[in-house]
């Protein structure tokens, strides 16, 4: 194996998502590591080709709350190691994050919260869970900072839940007062990037807008392409050099969202 291809999707549900097609886009579209967000199911709910699909190694994160958020990772040889959560409740009981090694490269499988909160009237949402939202980002930076400085390559990946800037969503001015697009949250997106983490989309595509990775369920929405970029690999410095592509799967349906990911030098597994 001379490239390593992983991706991070959202599947809003794998249960409903593997009736859409996921077990067959896992076997051909040439992933080496699929990282899920938004599983919605516990290990002991999916039926066994989502839960151990031959020739690869799964394992899953759950959220207490039934039917709730959950991350999974797939891939196409053992971990070395792996754990779920942060070590903080709040954050864990929704399963929120994994953290899976192979040989020197880190990968941390992450869905970010939604700020949104309660209803308001009109049919909007409040932005009460903002707060909650960026002490998540906080706390994972936190988490991979000493990898970070030690110069591990490291990969975070997964639902950020944020447009970073315009070009990351279709209708910029009509959503800045909308979780997902406030100037705070957008600020904490930059802190990472000003600390050092590469957004592997822009490094590649830089300055090209019209590539989003979710779109909403209305009618005729994702055909006219009026979407969000929310869904991210970032890359430590140290996984940097091994980079060779990033990409946007938009054609692949089974979701709101899509696939993204990027393709690194395989020699990454023993850097």
């Excluded at 590591?33 to 002991?44: D, H, Y």
């Excluded at 904490?188 to 989003?212: C, S």
């Excluded at 869904?231 to 709101?256: K, N, Q, T, W």
Aim: contains cysteine; hydrophobic residues 40%; neutral net charge.
């Amino acid at each position: 194996m001379t490239h390593l291809t992983i991706a991070s999707w959202n599947v809003n549900g794998l249960r409903a998502c593997g009736q859409k097609g996921f077990p067959a886009w896992l076997e051909t579209s040439g992933v080496d590591i699929a990282a899920l967000q938004e599983v919605r199911a516990t290990e002991s709910q999916l039926p066994a080709d989502l839960r151990a699909p031959p020739g690869w190694t799964s394992c899953f994160a759950p959220a207490v709350k039934a039917g709730y958020s959950g991350v999974g990772l797939y891939l196409r040889r053992p971990l070395d190691r792996w754990q779920s959560g942060c070590g903080e409740a709040r954050f864990d009981d929704e399963g929120r994050l994994q953290r899976a090694e192979l040989g020197n490269l880190l990968i941390v499988n992450g869905y970010f919260p939604n700020g949104n909160g309660s209803l308001l009237e009109g049919g909007k949402r409040s932005n009460d869970r903002i707060p909650f939202k960026l002490d998540f980002y906080r706390k994972v930076f936190d988490m991979v900072a000493p990898d970070f400085a030690a110069g591990r390559p490291i990969l975070v990946m997964g639902d950020f839940n944020t447009a970073h800037t315009e070009l990351d969503l279709a209708r910029p001015k009509a959503n800045v007062t909308c979780s997902g697009f406030t100037p705070i949250e957008r600020a904490e997106f930059d802190r990472w990037l000003r600390a050092g983490w590469i957004d592997t989309f822009r490094y590649f595509h830089p300055g090209q807008a019209g590539h989003y990775s979710w779109w909403s369920q209305r009618f005729g929405v994702r055909e006219k392409n009026i979407g969000w970029r929310l869904d991210y690999v970032l890359a430590s410095p140290g996984a940097l050099p091994f980079l060779r592509s990033a990409f946007i799967s938009r054609e692949v349906l089974g979701s709101d969202h899509c696939p993204v990911g990027v393709v690194l030098d395989a020699a990454v597994l023993s850097a």
